[in-house]
């Protein structure tokens, strides 16, 4: 089982992205989705999450700014990024619980950098 997170870049304040994360291998079912974001010398932190009914939860920091969706078909999260800020910037990561039908685990994406310049 592998998560791919795509979509990081640069883009000024103010502005939008939009990361994608793909779920692939032997996958029976995924439950929750998570991103998760890290700067140098920071604790990697919880920005958002979706269950897989789409239940979402949020950071306060993202409130209103960020969403999240998933595509339980295509295996795959998006995290949709609106006003950003330069506080944003940090390395993206996907999160999720899967079943491949011989356990359930956690597994992460490789990481997807965001830069919002001031």
């Known amino acids: 089982v592998q998560l791919q997170a795509s979509g990081g870049g640069l883009v000024q304040a103010g502005g939008s992205l939009r990361l994608s994360c793909t779920a692939s291998g032997s996958i029976v079912s995924i439950g929750p989705m998570n991103w998760y974001r890290q700067v140098p010398g920071k604790q990697r932190e919880l920005v958002i999450s979706?269950?897989?009914?789409?239940?979402?939860n949020y950071a306060d920091s993202v409130k209103g700014r960020f969403s999240i969706s998933r595509d339980n078909a295509k295996k795959m999260v998006y995290l949709q990024m609106n006003s950003l800020k330069p506080e944003d910037t940090a390395t993206y990561y996907c999160?999720?619980?899967?079943?491949?039908?011989?356990?359930?685990?956690?597994?992460w994406g490789q990481g997807t950098l965001v830069t919002v310049s001031s």
């Open positions: 979706v269950t897989s009914g789409g239940n979402t």
């Open positions: 999160n999720a619980d899967i079943n491949d039908g011989r356990r359930y685990a956690t597994y």
